[in-house]
């Protein structure tokens, strides 16, 4: 039999964060999260720029396949100017035939003078019916924010069939 006391008992220490704690770090992550809202905007409008470019690009690079496949008669054509969206189509002993149809890409605004382009049976893309190859650019830009926009983008198809998207600092080769 011992004569010590038992040692007194000990609290566990708790685990786990308070209401304090937690509607803090909170406060902090949302004050962090409206400072940082105003730097999203540019990102964002990039990433429409880009998706709307790559969607001419996929338009071109698919009116240029048919062009081959089907020995030329292939239109590319603005619905009410290119920031109103875009078609793909075929003309085949004076019957066209619509193959492909790109809405509005929404936010966004094109540039380009030509409303319809021609691409040959090389895949080559003209201004003219039977006209020779030529270089086609594009401005996309947001909208409201005009084609000089530091988000804006160039798609470029040049005459020897090369479509690349670039910055609109670069110019088409």
């Known amino acids: 039999m011992s004569f010590l006391a038992p040692p007194p008992p000990t609290r566990a220490r708790a685990r786990g ?11 902090i992550v949302a004050i962090l999260a409206a400072i ?20 001419l690009q996929s338009t071109q ?3 240029r396949s048919e062009a081959i496949k089907r020995s030329g008669g292939i239109t590319i054509e603005a619905a009410n100017g290119w920031g109103s969206g875009w078609s793909v189509k075929h003309t085949l002993g004076g019957t066209t035939t619509e193959l492909q149809t790109t809405p509005a890409p929404k936010k966004i ?27 086609v650019e594009f401005i996309v830009y947001p909208e409201g924010k005009g084609d000089s926009s530091p988000n804006a983008s160039r798609l470029c198809a040049g005459q020897g ?9 670069q110019n088409c080769t």
Not at 17 to 27: D, G, K, N, S
Not at 109 to 135: E, H, I, L, P, S
Not at 161 to 169: E, F, K, N, T, Y
């Open 17 to 27: 964060f308070t209401l304090i704690e937690l509607m803090v770090t909170i406060a």
């Open 109 to 135: 605004g094109v540039t380009q003078t030509n409303n319809t382009f021609y691409v040959d049976r090389w895949g080559m893309v003209a201004t003219t019916a039977n006209g020779a190859a030529t270089k």
């Open 161 to 169: 069939g090369r479509i690349q998207i670039l910055p609109l600092s």
């Open 61 to 63: 690079y698919y009116a």
């Open 36 to 55: 940082a809202a105003p730097s999203f905007t540019g990102m964002i409008e990039r990433w429409r720029v880009r998706q709307a470019a790559e969607e």
